[in-house]
């Protein structure tokens, strides 16, 4: 017995001793060892003096890693292979071993946020195949490099994020199509599309062009944001017949019923009203103008005269949300632009004699009330007796958190077993998964494709410590639109469906009202609402001409003049006294030889990119031109007006030139142009 236990004994000694030394062993044959001599090569040869080199090449092989307590108490050691990341001499080497390219966190806040919160991967691995997450079933493998901005949306959770253009363009897009109308997502539970109204069919639309349209959207109108539904041809016809049989508001009837009663107008004036009120900075015809507003080609062939009459006049009356305004039309201009849009803007192939009025079928329309259900078409088009109704589809605010394994592929068999490759498959061919499946078909190109999957992958419930909160807004910003009778002027005009205030309103426009009032004169704006003009010839966007009246002008002038301000900013830049003759002549120098002439226009000669500087002095209050000449990029970040370093003195002399441009001048010792 004592011999078995001295054999037994003996050898667990051995086994034991084997082990221990295999640790070591084991530990100096892991391939950070290789990766740490390699970058201490590289490093030494760039180092910048001999004593540097010399340090790096001495560092002993370890383990290094990113603690952060305050962050989930994350650890990383990607910096243990990663070893460059901090060090500019290594720009451009190869990975592992390179710089981390600039953005607005790293490499200066690495310490702060680590790798895995924006790159996904395994922290406490120190093998690659491991620390990338390719091991199985590790949640969170490594995040595409196309999709990487979604980290940024872990914490840039409004709808832009400066330093990721491709997230906010996901974003954008999810909104456009209105995706949160089928599916929840934290921060858009009050979301509601711009869909239009479906309570006026009878008496707008042509059962022809419906089922057109619930075939194929883009078939009629290649800017469609309506995806294509699979619909069954039993289906459709249900769908048109319970559409049709929805008697219409008594109001809307009765202005649509009045407007028929109406003479034809002139479809000659109309097609000059239609140019002169520049409706295509919003809306498209043939290709042209901009797409942020229903294409308008074939609206003759879609909709009646009546309609068409009835809402040019009071768009707001059929969709209180619509971004379209109201024009100062009278009643005769008002025929002559419907008379336009239903003449010369139709499908001259079709025959040009009106459709005879469609007489619904009482039993389909209640079966297309089960279709209207069934695809979720009350989430753009709300319909009486139709709220409450539960969005189709899944939530989305924990997306980006979902587990491979829990991930239904279906018949995609082909895709890799990842999240960001089954989300792609998704928003591109919903279909393919399986049979019977309701989320339509988008048709993205592939850009915008990549851009909605990064806007989804961004979609985490994974909470964010309050010191990783995006800064606010300036206090001096403006954070709400007006109120009143100035209000209800915005609301009748929709400043906010073209223009920004605060953090409010569409970017059609490339000019916010935010600080308007700091940067162009009270009586230029006045003027400008009554009768706007191009003021860069380069832009396609235009300022509708509203043949607003005068009152109205005035009301909106002198509100934006005393409430849309920024207190940093000087009314006057020279301090109430004019500017010496011997500062303008001196700023002229400075505008010649920065080659300013390359993009601006003054008087007859100059570029056309920048706006014209040629009445800047009636146009632009001083205090701003000074301002913008500091730092032109702090207004817009892709401003293309160079930031030159210009002295104190060289921006007040620069100004004194610019603010002394008029259309006429009204000092001739001023200069003239």
Not at 354 to 362: G, I, K, R
Not at 536 to 544: A, D, F, N, Q, Y
Not at 621 to 634: F, T
Request: glycine share 8%; with cysteine.
């Amino acid at each position: 017995m004592t011999n078995r236990l001295r054999v037994v004994f003996a050898t667990s000694s051995v086994v034991f001793l084997v082990v221990l030394a295999a640790a070591p062993l084991k530990n100096a044959l892991r391939e950070y060892h290789g990766y740490q001599r390699e970058y201490r090569r590289l490093a030494a040869e760039r180092a910048p003096s001999a004593r540097l080199a010399r340090a790096v090449a001495s560092r002993p092989d370890r383990i290094e890693q990113i603690w952060n307590p305050g962050f989930g108490n994350r650890v990383d050691r990607c910096v243990t292979c990663h070893q460059g990341v901090s060090e500019p001499t290594l720009a451009g080497a190869p990975a592992p071993f390179g710089f981390h390219s600039e953005t607005a966190h790293t490499p200066v806040d690495l310490d702060q946020f680590g790798c895995v919160f924006c790159h996904g991967g395994q922290g406490l691995a120190t093998t690659a195949a491991e620390a990338h997450g390719l091991t199985r079933h590790w949640p969170t493998p490594l995040l595409p490099s196309v999709y990487l901005e979604a980290s940024c949306g872990r914490c840039h959770r409004g709808a832009q994020a400066s330093e990721a253009p491709r997230l906010s363009k996901g974003r954008q897009l999810m909104e456009r199509y209105a995706c949160y109308s089928c599916h929840l997502a934290r921060g858009y539970e009050a979301y509601t599309a711009e869909a239009p109204s479906l309570s006026a069919t009878p008496l707008k639309l042509r059962a022809s062009w419906v089922r057109a349209w619930l075939k194929d959207p883009k078939a009629l109108n290649a800017n469609a944001r309506m995806p294509r539904f699979r619909i069954e041809p039993g289906e459709t016809d249900a769908l048109i017949n319970y559409l049709f049989s929805r008697p219409p508001a008594v109001e809307l009837a009765s202005r649509i019923e009045a407007a028929a009663t109406e003479p034809p107008g002139d479809a000659a004036k109309g097609e000059v009203l239609f140019r002169e009120s520049r409706c295509i900075s919003c809306h498209t015809v043939e290709g042209k103008g901009n797409d942020s507003a229903p294409e308008l080609s074939l609206v003759g062939s879609k909709a009646s005269r009546a309609w068409l009459l009835a809402f040019v006049r009071d768009p707001s009356a059929f969709n209180p949300r619509t971004p379209m305004p109201a024009f100062d039309f009278t009643p005769e201009e008002a025929r002559d632009i419907a008379a336009y849009l239903s003449e010369e803007l139709r499908d001259f192939s079709e025959p040009a004699q009106q459709e005879s009025p469609f007489q619904p079928n009482q039993r389909l329309a209640e079966e297309g009330r089960k279709v209207f259900l069934k695809y979720g078409c009350f989430g753009c088009h709300p319909m009486e007796g139709m709220s409450g109704q539960e969005k189709i589809g899944p939530e989305l605010s924990a997306l980006a958190d979902k587990k491979v394994s829990s991930l239904d592929f279906g018949r995609r068999s082909d895709l890799p077993k990842t999240l960001a490759a089954w989300v792609g498959a998704k928003v591109t061919e919903p279909s393919s998964f399986a049979p019977g499946l309701k989320m339509p078909t988008f048709s993205l190109q592939t850009e915008e494709v990549t851009s909605v999957v990064t806007a989804l992958l961004s979609l985490s419930g994974e909470g964010v410590p309050d010191e990783y909160q995006p800064i606010s807004a300036s206090p001096n910003r403006v954070t709400a639109v007006p109120a009143g009778d100035v209000g209800r002027l915005f609301d009748r005009y929709r400043c906010l469906s073209c223009h920004i205030v605060g953090a409010s309103g569409g970017d059609i426009s490339t000019a916010p009202l935010t600080f308007e009032g700091s940067k162009v004169t009270r009586d230029w704006l006045e003027s400008y609402l009554l009768t706007p003009y191009t003021i860069r010839g380069i832009l396609p966007e235009r300022m509708p001409f509203f043949r607003m009246n005068a009152g109205d002008a005035k009301r909106i002038a002198d509100y934006i003049a005393d409430v849309f301000l920024d207190d940093s900013i000087p009314s006057d830049a020279f301090g109430g006294r004019p500017p010496a003759q011997e500062e303008v002549a001196a700023g002229e120098r400075t505008y010649t030889r920065l080659g300013c002439n390359s993009c601006h226009i003054l008087g007859q000669a100059g570029g056309y990119y920048g706006p014209p500087l040629s009445d800047a002095g009636d146009r632009l209050k001083s205090g701003w031109i000074a301002y913008w000449l500091e730092n032109p990029q702090r207004w817009r970040e892709d401003v293309r007006c160079p930031n030159y370093g210009l002295s104190r003195e060289q921006i007040v002399e620069l100004t004194a030139f610019v603010s002394t441009r008029h259309k006429i001048a009204a000092d001739p010792a001023a200069g003239s142009q």
